[in-house]
């Protein structure tokens, strides 16, 4: 049971390149959710999906996109990296709404020059 | 809009001392608040989960109270050791019903 996977652990981009953060989770929770974490400011909701095919923006989604083709999966999709996304990503679970306990992966660290 | 802030930003105490983190949110109507431990490097990991119904949950050397009229968190940390050293952050629901508003954090380091 390996909970809340996310891959790559670092990476370096340059502006205007293009990439795919992995998250996985064994957990069978529907709820599946993206964060930035960036120094000072907690963690903002990028995206979220409440099930299989159904995303839903969060507080900062601009210049992100995600898919949700099966329970386990959440990608989320840089189009177009810019300096200013150069954070820390986060990838949670829960297992319903945001009164459950939250899972979190171990992170992705973005740099973009 | 709802907010969190948490005070103070950094903590250092030395080991064995009692002390509090404050958690404060604008908007009382929440129905449950969490609190997450950040090692570095790493995910954040579930401490505690209060619902609105509850005034406080305890796990361990941990405390965690609600006063949702007054819009305030405290969590308690009895005996402090270094392996507490993290940063602790706070959540409650925001809008919407699936969102999470996080606190930026109170880092703690517990000096041996």
């Known amino acids: 049971n390996a909970g809340v996977t996310q891959t790559p652990k670092f990476q370096v981009l340059k502006t205007g390149q293009s990439m795919t953060l992995q998250c996985a989770q064994d957990?069978?929770?529907?709820?599946m959710s993206w964060y930035r974490q960036d120094p000072g400011m907690g963690l903002r909701l990028i995206h979220y999906?409440?099930?299989?095919?159904?995303?839903d923006q969060g507080e900062v989604p601009n210049g992100y996109n995600v898919s949700r083709s099966t329970t386990e999966d959440f990608p989320l999709r840089l189009l177009s990296a810019a300096p200013s996304q150069t954070s820390v990503y986060f990838c949670?679970?829960?297992?319903?709404?945001?009164?459950?306990?939250?899972?979190f992966g171990p992170g992705t660290r973005l740099l973009v020059l | 809009k709802q907010e969190v802030t948490q005070i103070p930003a950094a903590l250092s105490v030395p080991e064995g001392e009692n002390l509090v983190l404050n958690c404060s949110f604008t908007?009382?109507?929440?129905?449950?608040l969490q609190w997450f431990r950040q090692d570095p490097g790493k995910g954040l990991t579930s401490l505690l989960l209060?619902?609105?119904?509850?005034r406080e949950q305890t796990s361990g050397r941990l405390n965690a109270s609600l006063d949702k009229s007054s819009g305030r968190s405290t969590l308690y940390i009895a005996a402090s050791q270094p392996g507490d050293s993290a940063t602790y952050l706070c959540?409650?629901?925001?809008?919407?019903?699936?969102?999470?508003?996080f606190g930026a954090g109170t880092r703690l380091f517990v000096k041996a």
């Open positions: 949670a679970t829960h297992l319903q709404g945001s009164g459950e306990t939250q899972y």
């Open positions: 957990m069978n929770h529907e709820y």
């Open positions: 999906s409440v099930g299989a095919g159904i995303t």
């Open positions: 908007d009382s109507a929440i129905y449950n």
């Open positions: 209060i619902q609105s119904s509850q």
């Open positions: 959540a409650v629901p925001g809008g919407g019903g699936f969102k999470t508003i």
